[in-house]
């Protein structure tokens, strides 16, 4: 049966055999599975996002203010990313989620580690718009874009992996999330 609507599209199913091709060839390595395993459980919730953003509002805010900086500056800039971070994954899995009925990938049969089966739709990854949009703000707040991005990219590729999204999923959610953190980076920057 053909291929029906924009997943069918030539260039998508390029895109999605292209990233199939790439994963395969670290699935059943020991260490990057242990990996991109944990990479992608800690993106459940955007948990690892939000507790970047508890260390740098207790840790980093705490050692700002010993050093004569001002601590709370520090927190509310760490709140207001969680917060916007909350608002983004509302969005993109309560709402633009259910605009799309794509199936998951079926190409992992047996997962050497844990995963949680998600039960939305495909398309968008919301692990790769949490990544992106937390990515854009970490830096924009903190400096250190490579490091944010390079975690990012982990978490987002993490789902290519264990056969939880398309690559074009993972492509469209971080745009839409690096998109994200740039409207919310002009419309309520941090201090």
Not at 150 to 160: F, I, Q, T
Not at 168 to 179: F, H, I, K, Q
Request: proline fraction near 5%.
């Amino acid at each position: 049966m053909p291929h029906r609507g924009p997943f069918g599209h030539p260039t998508v199913r390029a895109v999605d055999a292209t990233g199939e091709r790439l994963a395969r060839l670290g699935r059943g390595a020991p260490a990057v599975d242990r990996t991109l395993y944990a990479l992608s459980q800690a993106g459940n919730h955007s948990a690892l996002w939000h507790g970047i953003n508890l260390l740098d509002a207790t840790v980093g805010a705490w050692a700002l203010s010993a050093a004569g900086g001002d601590g709370r500056r520090r927190r509310r800039n760490a709140v207001r990313r969680s917060l916007v971070l909350g608002a983004e994954q509302i969005s993109v899995n309560g709402v633009v989620k259910t605009w799309f009925r794509r199936a998951r990938p079926s190409t992992v049969d047996e997962h050497p580690h844990d995963l949680r089966a998600p039960r939305t739709s495909s398309f968008p990854s919301g692990h790769a718009s949490a990544a992106a949009c937390s990515a854009t703000m970490l830096s924009a707040d903190l400096g250190g874009a490579p490091l944010w991005w390079l975690l990012a990219a982990g978490v987002a590729w993490s789902r290519v992996h264990v056969g939880a999204h398309h690559t074009s999923d993972v492509a469209a959610g971080a745009a839409l999330g690096r998109t994200v953190g740039l409207l919310a980076t002009a419309v309520w920057p941090g201090r």
